[in-house]
């Protein structure tokens, strides 16, 4: 904090309320710098939290009752994205300050790559001291979807499951029913996308193209070198899973880091003029995928991950490949590409075999 | 096949099945290390000899782009195009559409070498 006659001295120099404003900003970035403290963490010390009533501290949270979040009926990431990512973002900003309960009764629809993405994001959650409770979908065959993906593998705290059961989940790898395998990294690691082509090899009926390794690498490299904003390399989350009705193999790589539409630039001038005027965040990735925006680094010979993506895609070494980062929405296969209501901190890179 | 006057590089016998990501710093097994201990001394040698270089890309599981730009890419950033793409000839039954890509890194190659 400042001193006092630093304070006044400070003051006295102000000539204007913009000029007060400024001030006011500059002083309380110094504050948070100063103190190493969150913009949260200040909030609740000055108790300015709009009316919600917040947990103080992390042990706080235990005396609160858990809030109830409804999940949205059509529990799809690529056939509704907007409820999907609203919910996702409640999940995440509620478990900041209270337990929660999550309310999965009313979910009419359940697709696997929503499973992955709501196990990834609650995997990538920074918070304390975090207990999430749920009920079953209504539909018995949702919830013995649910069961069948894993979900419940993936959320239930071991420490709760039988001895047999823990032996049973060694080490990172989890599996239930063999359909699902989650692994978290914040270095590329070729060994892990290894494991996650052999788990699926051994459910796919079919071979396996290579494809799938390049996208596990490409994916995993995206986040390593762009989504940090600092030069500590953002953690990833990846998910593998077979779907047995649909016969298809599915993998997501999550990061919950700046989003690819904060990472790259437009190839060219025009581009760049012409992208900030009329292009919306769909067509950005799309763009993307084409190649006309590049790498942060600035390099020309960097940026080749995402557009060989789509190469790949294209060329049908990978059946599928959907991007969701920031408010862009991209799904090659439905070629549908718009700008979300709701943004998604991160990036979602989700493609089938 | 090898030939007279022509070495072979198999990426998955002499390095690994499994490459990994552009630079050493975003984890193990990159382009960059495979570039620096193994490509480049034999390329030296190669070029020495007057021989050229088979890179076998087949039997690993696959690559990324950046494992194959900043080997190949890179090494055309240090010695230049025309020595590297003159030494290096590629063999790929698994994905033959990736001598295509890796041709096009070499002849694409700017930017300063890392």
């Not at chain 2, 696959?62 to 230049?80: D, K, N, P």
Request: hydrophobic share 40%; with cysteine.
């Amino acid at each position: 904090m400042l001193a006092l006659h630093e304070f006044w001295s400070d003051v006295r120099k102000i000539k204007n309320w913009a000029k007060y404003q400024s001030w006011q900003a500059a002083r309380r970035k110094k504050y948070l710098y100063r103190h190493r403290i969150s913009v949260f963490k200040l909030k609740i010390r000055r108790g300015s939290t709009q009316g919600v009533q917040l947990a103080k501290s992390a042990k706080r949270k235990d005396r609160l009752e858990p809030e109830t979040v409804r999940a949205p009926a059509l529990f799809s990431l690529l056939d509704n994205p907007d409820e999907l990512l609203e919910f996702l973002r409640l999940v995440d900003q509620k478990l900041r300050t209270r337990h929660l309960f999550i309310d999965m009764s009313g979910i009419t629809m359940l697709t696997a790559e929503a499973v992955a993405a709501f196990v990834a994001v609650m995997k990538s959650l920074k918070h304390e001291n975090v207990k999430i409770q749920g009920n079953l979908p209504s539909s018995p065959s949702l919830a013995a979807k649910l069961e069948d993906f894993g979900f419940y593998d993936q959320v239930v705290p071991p420490k709760s499951f039988t001895p047999a059961r823990q032996a049973a989940m060694k080490g990172t790898i989890l599996l239930r029913g063999n359909q699902f395998k989650v692994e978290k990294d914040n270095t590329v690691q070729a060994e892990i996308a290894g494991k996650m082509v052999d788990f699926a090899r051994q459910l796919f009926p079919g071979d396996l193209h290579k494809g799938v390794f390049t996208m596990f690498m490409e994916a995993t490299t995206n986040t390593v070198e762009h989504a940090s904003k600092t030069v500590q390399p953002m953690r990833w989350v990846a998910g593998a899973y077979f779907d047995k009705e649909r016969n298809v193999m599915s993998f997501t790589v999550i990061d919950r880091g700046v989003g690819i539409l904060n990472s790259v630039k437009f190839q060219h001038a025009l581009g760049a003029l012409w992208g900030r005027v009329a292009w919306d965040a769909g067509e950005k990735l799309r763009q993307l995928f084409l190649g006309n925006m590049r790498s942060r680094t600035q390099e020309p010979h960097r940026g080749l991950g995402i557009p060989g993506a789509f190469t790949a895609y294209t060329a049908g070494r990978i059946a599928d490949l959907a991007i969701i980062s920031n408010h862009g929405f991209a799904h090659a296969r439905a070629d549908r590409y718009m700008e979300l209501r709701t943004a998604f901190d991160g990036t979602i890179i989700y493609w089938e075999a | 096949m090898e030939t007279v006057g022509q070495m072979t590089l198999s990426i998955k016998t002499d390095y690994t099945a499994l490459p990994g990501p552009r630079f050493r710093k975003q984890g193990p097994k990159s382009g960059e290390e495979f570039r620096e201990t193994i490509l480049e001394p034999r390329f030296k040698d190669a070029q020495q000899k007057g021989e050229t270089i088979l890179v076998d890309l087949d039997g690993g599981y696959g690559y990324g782009t950046s494992f194959l730009e900043e080997s190949f890419g890179g090494l055309a950033r240090i010695y230049g195009v025309e020595p590297v793409s003159k030494t290096l000839t590629f063999k790929s039954d698994d994905e033959p559409y990736l001598i295509d890509d890796i041709r096009r890194y070499i002849r694409d190659c700017r930017g300063k070498p890392k």
